[in-house]
């Protein structure tokens, strides 16, 4: 049985082979299709014990909120519940459970890389019998493998010989030079549709494969994107899809460099073509002629000028210059084990000449800010100088690189502003910013602001895009409803929280959309401003940096 694309959708065979094609309209944000069914969901290798093993859900094995209990037989699977249990010993442990007892017996392991097990689970669903596991790698509309291509690699081909013959052997298949081809071509296929969970901000790990989710094709000027939340993943639009149009997703991060992107792109076996690609357009030329743009007139950046014309200067660098900076960036920077600031300041001179082209949206910019806004929310002497960062990247930078507001780089761009607020005002009320922070800048603009009222309108605004960019289980976005919620609890705020409410339910009410203007963006707008200034003071000057640091 071929799979089964989802309503308002068909499979059909283009010049990139079979995709899927949208027989009906779908508006920016629109759920295209949920996919709660994978041959394959699970977490990376090391995740076993940390993740539920069917419903993926992220706990601890020993408390936390979320209390996880192994498995009492193979002692390695983890689970929630009884129910969870249950479901996953129906769909592969009964059979995968005898796997991990023979690796702790025999060699004193308890999971095995993510590849491997992937690959152990399809083969013994295959030797099961499982129909739908049996058509999605052997029948007439088989998941491609890109054999031949991953050959072509030495260096790939032998660590899929070395993965594959783990699969083999410890699935209890491997028995003659046919039961490793097929192991081999198991692991193809599995590398080549399975998509990536890891969400780092939510701790959710390992891969997901969907024979109907496969067959969408790839493109960097994508029009629909993948999010997962338990053992579900959904398809939405991320801007308005005509019927007739092809459903195209990035398989990865498209803001990088041409070359950069290209050479992602390798082990997947084909050259994108796309008008990114070929036209070799930035991130700038790509926001300027998405459909996505008037939707920010609700975001941290409704100029919806500024980005349709960004005031950058492309005479002070050519895009073959944006691929050396990156190349170099990579090379110099990723190898070091330094301290962080000399990183940084390594990070910031390379990226010079963007800077100074006022194209504060191409990379490496973007992760050079957002790598030192990072760690200066881990540093208790650093922390405040954060928060301009974050307000930063969240207006100057994500609206350019996503400019659908409600994709979930943004959304969490936004939360991250909330989470810094929540510190300096802290250090406000107590009276201890000015000692922490001796930037008149930035003490300034928070001595004069409302950081509660700040929070509560932008964590209105995240759970907006929230609800239209990702499932309400998104961890993300409940854990903003509970901020949000604990914040209109507060006595005595009574007037702010009514005008805020009034805004986000309706964002032209004219109370609240000037309220919201002048007590929310415009602070954020102030940060934003002072983060150049920051950035050059703390990594333009190395001995100004030392002297500071020490």
């Known amino acids: 049985m071929a799979p089964l694309p989802p309503d308002g959708t068909r499979i059909s065979s283009g010049p990139n082979g079979r995709c899927l094609i949208a027989t009906r309209t779908f508006p920016p944000g629109a759920v295209i299709g949920k996919f709660p069914s994978p041959i394959i969901a699970l977490p990376d ?98 998941l491609q493998g890109n054999v031949e291509g991953f050959k072509s690699d030495p260096q790939v081909w032998k660590d899929f010989e070395l993965m594959s013959m783990a699969a083999a052997t410890y699935s209890g298949q491997l028995q003659n030079k046919e039961s490793l081809d097929e192991a081999m071509k198991v692991l193809c296929q599995v590398q080549t549709n399975a998509f990536n969970r890891l969400d780092p901000d939510t701790g959710a790990t390992g891969i997901f494969l969907d024979p109907s989710l496969a067959m969408v094709n790839h493109s960097c000027i994508y029009n629909a994107f993948v999010g997962f939340e338990k053992r579900t993943a959904t398809l939405r639009a991320t801007q308005q899809i005509d019927e007739g149009d092809e459903i195209m997703i990035s398989y990865i991060d498209s803001t990088l460099p041409r070359s950069t992107r290209q050479g992602a792109l390798r082990l997947y076996h084909f050259t994108c073509g796309c008008p990114r690609c070929s036209g070799n357009l930035d991130a700038y030329e790509v926001c300027q002629s998405l459909p996505a743009i008037p939707l920010n007139s609700f975001s941290l950046q409704p100029d919806l000028k500024k980005l349709q014309n960004p005031s950058i200067d492309r005479s002070k660098v050519t895009k073959e210059q944006v691929e050396r900076i990156h190349n170099e960036w990579y090379e110099k920077t990723n190898s070091r084990t330094d301290d962080a600031m000399d990183i940084a300041e390594d990070r910031w001179k390379i990226c010079k000449p963007l800077v100074e082209a006022n194209m504060w949206a191409i990379e490496p910019v973007p992760s050079t800010i957002l790598g030192l806004c990072n760690y200066w929310q881990t540093q ?99 854990d903003a409803k509970a901020m949000l919620k604990d914040l209109e609890s507060l006595p005595g705020r009574e007037k702010e929280s009514s005008l805020i409410q009034a805004w986000a339910k309706n964002p032209e009410d004219p109370q609240g959309k000037v309220f919201f203007e002048e007590e929310v963006l415009k602070p954020v707008k102030e940060l934003s401003s002072i983060a150049p200034e920051i950035l050059d003071a703390m990594l333009g000057n190395s001995l100004q940096i030392r002297v500071s640091r020490g």
């Not at 408390?63 to 996880?68: F, H, I």
């Not at 479901?87 to 590849?115: M, Q, S």
Request: a positive charge.
């Open 45 to 142: 290798g090391p995740g076993i014990k940390t993740t539920c093993n069917w419903c993926l859900r992220v706990g601890s094995e020993a408390g936390g909120t979320l209390k996880l209990k192994a498995c009492t037989a193979c002692k390695a699977a983890v689970y929630c519940d009884a129910k969870c249990q249950r479901a996953h010993w129906k769909y592969i442990h009964k059979a995968e459970c005898r796997v991990f007892t023979n690796l702790r017996e025999t060699l004193g392991k308890d999971w095995l890389p993510t590849p491997v097990r992937a690959t152990v689970q399809v083969l013994l669903h295959l030797k099961g019998g499982d129909a739908v596991v049996t058509e999605a790698f052997r029948g007439s509309e088989k």
């Open 380 to 478: 208790y002497k650093w922390v405040v100088y954060a928060l301009p960062l974050a307000c930063f990247l969240a207006t100057e930078c994500d609206p350019v690189k996503y400019p659908a507001p409600f994709e979930t780089w943004r959304v969490k761009g936004i939360i991250v502003i909330v989470q810094l607020l929540a510190v300096t005002g802290e250090l406000t009320s107590s009276g201890e910013l000015a000692k922490r922070c001796p930037h008149e800048g930035i003490v300034g603009v928070l001595a004069l602001a409302d950081q509660v009222t700040m929070c509560q309108g932008l964590l209105h605004l995240a759970i907006h895009h929230g609800l239209i960019g990702a499932d309400e289980d998104w961890q993300v976005l409940k």
